[in-house]
């Protein structure tokens, strides 16, 4: 599939949103759910809604690469949950204290 220059695949092989963390398996996944861009952008609110137009009209158009896309990264996120693949919450939470903690010394300088 070729991407149009508003997507970006990363090297893990997910697709975003060039510029932003919001994958296209994201947009699809609420747009399948019946969201209009609109809601879409309520969803997304960092998203311009001409970005969103542009992302579902690049779907309708290849929507078949997509769905398999789509289903592929629905397949891993089951086997992620089904491994209990989650985040290590302690960990994430002293990364977040460190993370407050450097912010503050920058900030008192």
């Not at 542009?54 to 992620?80: P, R």
């Not at 002293?94 to 912010?103: G, I, V």
Request: charged share 25%; glycine share 4%.
């Amino acid at each position: 599939m070729t991407l149009p220059e508003f997507l970006t695949k990363r090297d893990d092989g997910e697709i975003t949103l060039a510029g932003h963390r919001i994958g296209l398996y994201h947009v699809v996944h609420f747009y399948n759910e019946g969201y209009s861009p609109e809601m879409l952008a309520e969803q997304f609110p960092m998203l311009p809604l001409a970005l969103i137009h542009k992302v579902i009209a690049f779907y309708l158009e290849n929507k078949t690469e997509v769905d398999h896309y789509s289903a592929s990264c629905q397949k891993e996120l089951a086997e992620q949950r089904a491994q209990g693949r989650h985040p290590d919450w302690q960990a994430l939470r002293k990364r977040f204290e460190t993370l407050k903690q450097a912010q503050m010394q920058i900030h008192s300088r």
